[in-house]
């Protein structure tokens, strides 16, 4: 494994939940910065949530209060709790990992609300 794999995309309904989960590819997991970005048809890809090694988490504002990024160092995995989801938060999901000064990205995962 080279790239991070994401998981948990699908379709839900406006004001459902669903939680994305990404494994990454390092063997150090714990000293690596995680992110989540998405893309929307005709948007540019933007910043979701981020999770430093020490736990620091930032958020883009229109997902604050709603949406929760967590990792779980053991399963080198990183976690997107979204809730009181929205048709706006529509777009395929992407993982970011960077390990050793370099950007990896996972091929995303679709996350469709309807309203």
């Known amino acids: 494994q080279v790239q991070p794999v994401e998981s948990g995309g699908g379709l839900v309904q406006a004001g459902g939940s669903l939680t994305l989960s990404c494994a990454a590819s390092?063997?150090?997991?714990?000293?690596?910065?995680m992110a989540w970005y998405r893309q929307a048809p005709g948007k540019q890809r933007e910043l979701v949530a981020g999770i430093t090694s020490d736990g620091s988490t930032n958020y883009a504002e229109s997902v604050k209060g709603r949406f929760t990024i967590s990792r779980e160092n053991a399963k080198n995995t990183v976690y997107l709790q979204m809730n009181s989801l929205k048709p706006e938060d529509t777009a395929l999901y992407y993982c970011r990992e960077i390990r050793n000064g370099y950007v990896y990205w996972g091929q995303g995962t679709q996350v469709t609300v309807s309203s």
């Open positions: 390092g063997s150090i997991f714990s000293i690596y910065n």
